[in-house]
Every structure is written in structure tokens, then in C-alpha cells.
């Protein structure tokens, strides 16, 4: 590939990579470019997670690309539909044509005298390293590490006989059929596999150090069902679409503004779905607020049917041992295992481990404040892609690869060949991640920040980001436009300079009173969780 030139580099053929290609190739048949894919193959999470039972833990309306409405029968989707779905995507848009796969980034270094990345990639499949240069480097890689996933220190797992997994890297060759499966954890993994195993196992303990709320959906959308039969997709997909917006939207509102009520309704669902007298509160009751963590939606209610049928239990307590038959814990009681499955959450990984240079000085993303929460203070033309927490990842993935469309045709349309955006001049910084799971709280020294209003602040508001970023002003005071070569603004931007900005594109040191803040914490250390 030598050091081949394109208008945009695409990292990372997932969900979003997918995404972004064809909102090139949609809004900007014009633009040449690349995707770069580290694995072997498109989709991404969708295609490295196969433990059993797989599956959205979002609605696929939502999940789904806006541009192509999701033909299956189910609303909660398997892994399996998802990833075929992403790879006809890539099809049907030519996505595929302009691919790469087992190209893994290493660096890129952004030169303001010809406006372009020098992107540095190892092809894993033939052990030497490629270069290419592009005019805007947009990053689609997720935000955890795909080699690894995260496994705390297991007392005394050494005596262990059985056979301990990771979900991240499931072998093919487990069968589980009449085993004893104990699974340590209690987010969204856990609460997909233990109901799935449960099918075959002789029988499955979910043991969580705390609980997680779990809340039932049904895996097919009524409304949905009944406008297929109705109306042509394209009619029947937005409006699905947005309900499910709207509910959603309402559900973390009303988490946030009276976690009181939504505690209370979630506890009496639950309730109802396991047997009389079953511990609630002790195994499906957190301490912590709704959405403080991320909500583990279970399709009609499995989880607490493998309950309810004895198929499955759950264990609220804390490792004390390993033993040579299964796992012993604090209370002394002994959960005997055949396997043993450590559902125990992700190592975040920011731009998947790429590094950024601008100008020779290294980028450290701890010191950079987001932009519309896709572009990085003092790293000119470049995005990435984090969806929201509380929402579809999707949603916002859309947005970010429709607005960078729109910057695209702006500097087209003005001449100027360079977007960067500017740090906050004052006020309180937080991590771009707002969530209290555990995979978070292990790597705040590692996350960009944002700041407390727009252009700066994520709301985790679709709603308000689709006036933000397909109908608002694409010059503000958070962001200079200019020309290879130069350091000021053309006038097409904010008048602001770049003071404060250090050579690493960092954000000032806040001044006294504007700390940078983790976010706010619960009454108790949350239990480390998986948000797939």
C-alpha cells in the first residue's frame, strides 16, 4: 500500500466504521478513502464476542443505522443477525472495496505545514508496517482493548480443575452441556449468559459482589411488528425509531430527576417475576441510583425465568477461594463448578491504543477537553466515535459520522483546509465517560474530559444533539477553521486563539474552583460491569 493518500481514514470497521464509510459515501461521493480493520473481519464487537446467548442490550431500531432499516424479526437482536446486518451494510454501500483488514494503527502525526495525518499501521497478517497519509483521521475503534478483557486477582484460582473463561474469548470447543457453570459477575455479559448456558447447564450461579438492576423488555416491538405489515420500511423504521428514542430518553430522565420512583418500579417488576418470597433486595435492589450504571435489559424477562425455574441461581456475596471443585465464598458456603466463567468487565482502551502526535509533541488525551464529544481540543481534523451511555451506541455514532459529513463539505465550501477545536477558557472538567461501572472508574487518568456547557459537554440527549449537530452552526466559539500553513483563524470560525493550549493540544490547568471531577459517586463502589 506504500504511502497511498486519501481525504479521510477510517479506523476500525465495526458498527460505527461501517457507518461512517457510507455516510461518506452518501453525503460525500467525492471524498477518497480507506477503513482500516485491526481484526480479520467486519464487526467489530459483533464479531469478536461468541460466548452463548449474545445479543443487543438495545433496542436494534435504535441500534440500527439510520439510513438502513434493520430487517430482522427481533428488537433485541443475537450477535449473529447484528453482524450480518453490518456486513451487508458494507455491501451494499461498497464499504467493503475500500477495506483493509489485520491493519492495526500504531501512530499518526498531523503536520500543519501540508494539513495532512501520517498514519503508521502493522499488518498483522504479513508482519510489516504500512503508511498512508490522509486529510482528516476519524477514529472508530470503540474505547476497550480487544486482545484483553479484565479479570481482578481470583484467590486461590491456581487449585482450580475446572475450566476458567473469559466471555471476550469464548473457545469453540466448550461444551457445557450438563456441567456446573458458576459465572462471576452481574453486568450486561453476565445477565445475557446465565439464562443462555442455563439451557443446557446442570445448573448456573450468577455470583455478583453487588447487584445490577435488570429490567425486561420484550425481544419483538409490537408497534414495530404491526407497521411492517403495514407500511414500506422506510415509512415504518423512523417512526419506530424515534418512539424508542423517546421512551428511552424519558426512562433515564425520570432516573435521574426521581430515582426514588424508578427504584421502586423496578424492584416491584422484578418482584413479580421471581418467586414468593425470593430475596429482591438482597440480589436485584442496588444501592447506587438507576443509570448510575448502565441498565441490563433482559428479552422477556430470561434471566429471571431461569430463576423462577431453578435452572438458575444468584449469589450476592464475595470470593473467598478457589477450590479444587468450584468457588467458596465469604459466608463459607461453597458453589461447586465444572466451569467457571469471569464475566468480570473490559479494559478501556481510547482510540485502540493508537498514539497522536501534532506538530512532533506527543497528544496526551487525559489533558484534552472534548468538542461535540468527537473532536479533541488541539488536535486539528480528526474525530472519534463514543456513543452514548444511556442510549444506543448508534445514535450518536450516526450524528458524529453525519457532522463530520458536514465539516467536510464546509471546508470544501470555504477553502480553508484545517478544523481545530479550542479547550473551555474556564470551568469545572469531567471524564467523557460518565458512568460509575467498573471499567471506568479504572481508567479516568486515561479519558479526554468535557466541560460544563456547549460546545464542550455531552448531554447524553439525542433529542438535543440532532439540533446540535445536524441543524447547528458548524462555526462557534469552540473551534478555529484555517489553511495549511497557518496558525490563525480564516474568519469562518470562533475569533477565540488557541492560548492555553499547550503542545500537546491540551486544556489549560483549570484555575482554582473548576477541578477537574469525577462523576458523581454512589453510596457504594459499584461492581466492575460489562457495558456490551
Given at each position: 500500500?506504500?504511502?497511498?493518500?486519501?481525504?479521510?481514514?477510517?479506523?476500525?470497521?465495526?458498527?460505527?466504521?461501517?457507518?461512517?464509510?457510507?455516510?461518506?459515501?452518501?453525503?460525500?461521493?467525492?471524498?477518497?478513502?480507506?477503513?482500516?480493520?485491526?481484526?480479520?473481519?467486519?464487526?467489530?464487537?459483533?464479531?469478536?464476542?461468541?460466548?452463548?446467548?449474545?445479543?443487543?442490550?438495545?433496542?436494534?431500531?435504535?441500534?440500527?443505522?439510520?439510513?438502513?432499516?434493520?430487517?430482522?424479526?427481533?428488537?433485541?437482536?443475537?450477535?449473529?443477525?447484528?453482524?450480518?446486518?453490518?456486513?451487508?451494510?458494507?455491501?451494499?454501500?461498497?464499504?467493503?472495496?475500500?477495506?483493509?483488514?489485520?491493519?492495526?494503527?500504531?501512530?499518526?502525526?498531523?503536520?500543519?505545514?501540508?494539513?495532512?495525518?501520517?498514519?503508521?499501521?502493522?499488518?498483522?497478517?504479513?508482519?510489516?508496517?504500512?503508511?498512508?497519509?490522509?486529510?482528516?483521521?476519524?477514529?472508530?475503534?470503540?474505547?476497550?482493548?480487544?486482545?484483553?478483557?479484565?479479570?481482578?486477582?481470583?484467590?486461590?484460582?491456581?487449585?482450580?480443575?475446572?475450566?476458567?473463561?473469559?466471555?471476550?474469548?469464548?473457545?469453540?470447543?466448550?461444551?457445557?452441556?450438563?456441567?456446573?457453570?458458576?459465572?462471576?459477575?452481574?453486568?450486561?455479559?453476565?445477565?445475557?449468559?446465565?439464562?443462555?448456558?442455563?439451557?443446557?447447564?446442570?445448573?448456573?450461579?450468577?455470583?455478583?459482589?453487588?447487584?445490577?438492576?435488570?429490567?425486561?423488555?420484550?425481544?419483538?416491538?409490537?408497534?414495530?411488528?404491526?407497521?411492517?405489515?403495514?407500511?414500506?420500511?422506510?415509512?415504518?423504521?423512523?417512526?419506530?425509531?424515534?418512539?424508542?428514542?423517546?421512551?428511552?430518553?424519558?426512562?433515564?430522565?425520570?432516573?435521574?430527576?426521581?430515582?426514588?420512583?424508578?427504584?421502586?418500579?423496578?424492584?416491584?417488576?422484578?418482584?413479580?417475576?421471581?418467586?414468593?418470597?425470593?430475596?429482591?433486595?438482597?440480589h436485584f435492589s442496588p444501592r447506587y441510583d438507576p443509570w448510575d450504571q448502565r441498565l441490563c435489559?433482559?428479552?422477556?424477562?430470561?434471566?429471571?425465568?431461569?430463576?423462577?425455574?431453578?435452572?438458575?441461581?444468584?449469589?450476592?456475596?464475595?470470593?473467598?477461594?478457589?477450590?479444587?471443585?468450584?468457588?467458596?465464598?465469604?459466608?463459607?458456603?461453597?458453589?461447586?463448578?465444572?466451569?467457571?466463567?469471569?464475566?468480570?468487565?473490559?479494559?478501556?482502551?481510547?482510540?485502540?491504543?493508537?498514539?497522536?502526535?501534532?506538530?512532533?509533541?506527543?497528544?496526551?488525551?487525559?489533558?484534552?477537553?472534548?468538542?461535540?464529544?468527537?473532536?479533541?481540543?488541539?488536535?486539528?481534523?480528526?474525530?472519534?466515535?463514543?456513543?452514548?451511555?444511556?442510549?444506543?451506541?448508534?445514535?450518536?455514532?450516526?450524528?458524529?459520522?453525519?457532522?463530520?459529513?458536514?465539516?467536510?463539505?464546509?471546508?470544501?465550501?470555504?477553502?480553508?483546509?484545517v478544523v481545530t477545536p479550542l479547550p473551555p477558557e474556564a470551568g469545572p472538567l469531567v471524564p467523557?465517560?460518565?458512568?460509575?461501572?467498573?471499567?471506568?472508574?479504572?481508567?479516568?487518568?486515561?479519558?479526554?474530559?468535557?466541560?460544563?456547557?456547549?460546545?464542550?459537554?455531552?448531554?447524553?440527549?439525542?433529542?438535543?444533539?440532532?439540533?446540535?449537530?445536524?441543524?447547528?452552526?458548524?462555526?462557534?466559539?469552540?473551534?478555529?477553521?484555517?489553511?495549511?500553513?497557518?496558525?490563525?483563524?480564516?474568519?469562518?470560525?470562533?475569533?477565540?486563539?488557541?492560548?492555553?493550549?499547550?503542545?500537546?493540544?491540551?486544556?489549560?490547568?483549570?484555575?482554582?474552583?473548576?477541578?477537574?471531577?469525577?462523576?458523581?459517586?454512589?453510596?457504594?463502589?459499584?461492581?466492575?460491569?460489562?457495558?456490551?
Amino acid at each position: 500500500m506504500g504511502s497511498e493518500h486519501v481525504d479521510v481514514l477510517i479506523v476500525g470497521a465495526g458498527l460505527s466504521g461501517v457507518g461512517a464509510a457510507c455516510h461518506l459515501r452518501r453525503t460525500c461521493p467525492d471524498k477518497t478513502y480507506a477503513v482500516l480493520e485491526a481484526r480479520g473481519a467486519i464487526g467489530g464487537t459483533w464479531d469478536l464476542f461468541r460466548y452463548p446467548g449474545i445479543r443487543s442490550d438495545s433496542d436494534m431500531f435504535t441500534l440500527g443505522y439510520s439510513f438502513k432499516p434493520w430487517p430482522g424479526p427481533k428488537s433485541i437482536a443475537d450477535g449473529d443477525s447484528i453482524r450480518d446486518y453490518v456486513q451487508a451494510t458494507a455491501r451494499e454501500y461498497g464499504v467493503t472495496e475500500h477495506l483493509r483488514l489485520h491493519h492495526r494503527v500504531l501512530a499518526a502525526q498531523w503536520d500543519s505545514a501540508t494539513a495532512r495525518w501520517t498514519v503508521r499501521a502493522h499488518r498483522d497478517d504479513t508482519g510489516e508496517d504500512v503508511t498512508l497519509t490522509c486529510g482528516f483521521l476519524f477514529t472508530c475503534a470503540g474505547y476497550y482493548r480487544y486482545d484483553a478483557g479484565y479479570t481482578p486477582d481470583l484467590p486461590g484460582v491456581e487449585k482450580f480443575t475446572g475450566r476458567l473463561v473469559h466471555p471476550q474469548h469464548w473457545p469453540a470447543d466448550l461444551d457445557h452441556t450438563g456441567q456446573r457453570v458458576v459465572v462471576i459477575g452481574s453486568g450486561a455479559t453476565a445477565v445475557t449468559l446465565v439464562p443462555a448456558l442455563a439451557e443446557r447447564a446442570a445448573h448456573v450461579t450468577m455470583l455478583q459482589r453487588s447487584p445490577t438492576y435488570v429490567f425486561p423488555l420484550p425481544s419483538r416491538d409490537r408497534l414495530a411488528d404491526a407497521l411492517r405489515a403495514r407500511l414500506p420500511a422506510r415509512v415504518a423504521y423512523p417512526v419506530v425509531r424515534w418512539k424508542n428514542v423517546l421512551f428511552n430518553t424519558v426512562t433515564f430522565q425520570l432516573s435521574r430527576r426521581a430515582p426514588k420512583l424508578v427504584k421502586g418500579v423496578l424492584r416491584r417488576v422484578a418482584k413479580r417475576r421471581l418467586p414468593a418470597g425470593y430475596d429482591v433486595d438482597r440480589h436485584f435492589s442496588p444501592r447506587y441510583d438507576p443509570w448510575d450504571q448502565r441498565l441490563c435489559v433482559a428479552p422477556d424477562g430470561d434471566l429471571f425465568a431461569a430463576v423462577a425455574a431453578g435452572r438458575a441461581s444468584v449469589v450476592t456475596d464475595r470470593i473467598d477461594t478457589f477450590t479444587a471443585t468450584g468457588v467458596r465464598v465469604a459466608s463459607g458456603a461453597e458453589l461447586p463448578a465444572d466451569v467457571v466463567v469471569t464475566a468480570t468487565g473490559l479494559n478501556l482502551l481510547m482510540l485502540g491504543g493508537m498514539t497522536l502526535t501534532v506538530d512532533g509533541a506527543p497528544v496526551d488525551l487525559a489533558r484534552t477537553v472534548a468538542y461535540k464529544g468527537m473532536m479533541l481540543s488541539g488536535v486539528p481534523n480528526f474525530a472519534l466515535t463514543v456513543g452514548y451511555t444511556n442510549a444506543s451506541w448508534t445514535l450518536k455514532a450516526d450524528l458524529v459520522a453525519a457532522y463530520v459529513c458536514r465539516l467536510l463539505r464546509h471546508l470544501d465550501a470555504t477553502g480553508d483546509q484545517v478544523v481545530t477545536p479550542l479547550p473551555p477558557e474556564a470551568g469545572p472538567l469531567v471524564p467523557l465517560i460518565d458512568l460509575r461501572s467498573g471499567y471506568v472508574l479504572r481508567s479516568l487518568d486515561a479519558l479526554p474530559k468535557q466541560g460544563s456547557a456547549a460546545p464542550w459537554r455531552l448531554h447524553q440527549n439525542y433529542a438535543r444533539d440532532v439540533l446540535l449537530m445536524r441543524h447547528g452552526r458548524l462555526t462557534d466559539a469552540g473551534v478555529r477553521f484555517s489553511r495549511a500553513g497557518t496558525g490563525g483563524a480564516t474568519g469562518t470560525g470562533g475569533t477565540r486563539g488557541t492560548a492555553g493550549i499547550g503542545a500537546t493540544g491540551a486544556a489549560p490547568t483549570p484555575a482554582p474552583g473548576a477541578a477537574v471531577a469525577a462523576p458523581a459517586r454512589s453510596a457504594t463502589p459499584p461492581t466492575p460491569e460489562d457495558p456490551a
